[in-house]
């Protein structure tokens, strides 16, 4: 990708002008950035919770693994600003599979 910005929207979006469009420009907050962050925090935890109560499920967070090679992390580093973390796992294997710690 040759311009950066571009991109910035994220895949599928477009562009920051073509999103810009769909917004309402007479938009003004309720809440302040960290109250904001605090209620969607409340609303994620308040909808992950209950969805697991209702299927009977229990949540779990731990780092996805992932081949190396699996292109789950290909657009991590798209301005080349981060790189996924990488190593070898599979002790007493014959060849050992290269890793990258999920970062999506």
């Known amino acids: 990708m040759t311009d950066k910005k571009a991109d910035l929207a994220g895949p599928g979006i477009s562009t920051y002008e073509v999103v810009d469009k769909s917004?309402?420009?007479?938009y003004k907050a309720l809440l302040g950035p960290k109250q904001r962050m605090q209620a969607l925090f409340k609303i994620k935890n308040f909808i992950e919770e209950n969805l697991c109560r209702e299927l009977n499920l229990f949540?779990?967070?731990?780092?996805?693994?992932?081949a190396k090679d699996s292109g789950v992390n290909d657009y991590l580093d798209r301005?080349?600003?981060r790189t996924p973390v990488e190593f070898s796992c599979?002790?007493?294997l014959e060849k050992r599979i290269e890793t990258q710690v999920c970062t999506c």
Do not use: T, W
């Open 79 to 81: 301005d080349g600003s």
């Open 23 to 26: 917004l309402p420009h007479n």
């Open 90 to 92: 599979g002790l007493g």
């Open 59 to 66: 949540m779990v967070q731990v780092p996805l693994i992932v």
